[in-house]
Structures are given as structure tokens and as C-alpha cells.
T-cell receptor, first 112, second 112 residues
Framework: DAGVTQSPTHLIKTRGQQVTLRCSPK?????VSWYQQALGQGPQFIFQ???????QRGNFPDRFSGHQFPNYSSELNVNALLLGDSALYLC???????????FGPGTRLTVL | QKEVEQNSGPLSVPEGAIASLNCTYS??????FFWYRQYSGKSPELIMSIYSNGDKEDGRFTAQLNKASQYVSLLIRDSQPSDSATYLC????????????FGTGTRLTIIP
């Protein structure tokens, strides 16, 4: 049973650039949520996708956008990168209304 | 007041003893509660979920929920060095909400 997968594992970008992170949910799951985790902090909710629509959004600027595909996989896009965007980006999948969310290995983004 | 509060630790416990991790939350209508374990440099791993008052046991782990006191705890019996990690408490605040709100985590060290 394949778990949640994310790519790439690590990424280094410079300020002002754009980045796309990818996530494939656990088999059987239809809902994908994205979180940002800064060093020493708990994950912060960015947004959630269900049925290819953004269902819920946290307190992140419009520079953060996403997409969900018909096969339930998802992308997180960040435009105009800032130094403060350096963090571990986590994708979590769940079965709609199931509440239990399972995390992928994360993408470590470094902005220089 | 933070929505979800945990003692950041570090909490040091001798091998074989019981480790007790605590979490308080501010939203009285919170519905669902989760404990995640996160090893250094890795992503969070779901270890327990609890939805109603009382105790829930799974192997060496026991989650305890007291909604009147807005308090949730995790007990780890017969602590092993492999239990050394950061433990994150997460809360879903209201029915229909899918966002996990995390505490900052408690760093646990099991001393051989």
C-alpha cells in the first residue's frame, strides 16, 4: 500500500523565483492538505483540496496557490519567493471527512 | 493565548519508565485530537487519534481526553530509546473543518 509521496526531496531557489512542489496521496485517499513547517515549529496549514477545488485555506498570501488533478494528486506553487519561505513543506492526505491525515516525507525548500 | 499549547521540553525519561506528554487547547468546540511523532529531519507520523472523553489505548500508547478541561495527553509505557522524538499535538476545531492546528511539539529524550 503506497503511502503519500512528495517530490522533490530538496530544493534550493533564490528570492523572487517560483517553485512547484508535487504530492501523490495515499492509495484510496481523495483529499490533500498542504502544510508549512518552519524549524522548531509545528506545521502550519496552507490549504486543502478536495474534488479539484480549494476547500479551505489558512493564513497564507496569494503567492501560495495550488491545484488538484483528477487522479487526486496535487501541486503547491509559490511565486515571488522570500527568504521566509524557507521551510519543510508537507503534504497530507485523508479520506474526505475522515479527519485522520497522513503525511508525506516533505520537501525541504531553501530560499537564498 | 495559542490555540494549541505544549511544553516544548526537552523532557527526559529513563528507559522503561512512563513518559507523559500534555497538550491544552483553547477552542471549546474542538472535535478531534491527534498525536504525531516526528523524528529529527523527518515528517510527522500519526500515532494516535481520539474523539471522545476518556482513554484510548494502542500498544504502549494511551491517549487521554478531557474536553471539560480542554486537555489531551499521551502516555508512553515502557519507554524505549526509539521513542526519542518530538511529539506534536494536533486539533481539529469544529465539525466540517479539516484543518489540523498543531502545537509546537514536545521534545522527548529516553535515557538508556
Amino acid at each position: 500500500d503506497a503511502g503519500v509521496t512528495q517530490s522533490p526531496t530538496h530544493l534550493i531557489k533564490t528570492r523572487g523565483q517560483q517553485v512547484t512542489l508535487r504530492c501523490s496521496p495515499k492509495s484510496g485517499h481523495d483529499t490533500v492538505s498542504w502544510y508549512q513547517q518552519a524549524l522548531g515549529q509545528g506545521p502550519q496549514f496552507i490549504f486543502q483540496y478536495y474534488e479539484e477545488e480549494e476547500r479551505q485555506r489558512g493564513n497564507f498570501p496569494d503567492r501560495f496557490s495550488g491545484h488538484q488533478f483528477p487522479n487526486y494528486s496535487s501541486e503547491l506553487n509559490v511565486n515571488a519567493l522570500l527568504l521566509g519561505d524557507s521551510a519543510l513543506y508537507l503534504c497530507a492526505s485523508s479520506l474526505d471527512q475522515g479527519n485522520e491525515q497522513f503525511f508525506g516525507p516533505g520537501t525541504r525548500l531553501t530560499v537564498l | 493565548q495559542k490555540e494549541v499549547e505544549q511544553n516544548s521540553g526537552p523532557l527526559s525519561v529513563p528507559e522503561g519508565a512512563i513518559a507523559s506528554l500534555n497538550c491544552t487547547y483553547s477552542d471549546r468546540v474542538s472535535q478531534s485530537f491527534f498525536w504525531y511523532r516526528q523524528y529529527s529531519g523527518k515528517s510527522p507520523e500519526l500515532i494516535m487519534s481520539i474523539y471522545s472523553n476518556g482513554d484510548k489505548e494502542d500498544g504502549r500508547f494511551t491517549a487521554q481526553l478531557n474536553k471539560a478541561s480542554q486537555y489531551v495527553s499521551l502516555l508512553i509505557r515502557d519507554s524505549q530509546p526509539s521513542d526519542s522524538a518530538t511529539y506534536l499535538c494536533a486539533v481539529v476545531s469544529w465539525e466540517g473543518n479539516e484543518k489540523l492546528t498543531f502545537g509546537t511539539g514536545t521534545r522527548l529524550t529516553i535515557i538508556p
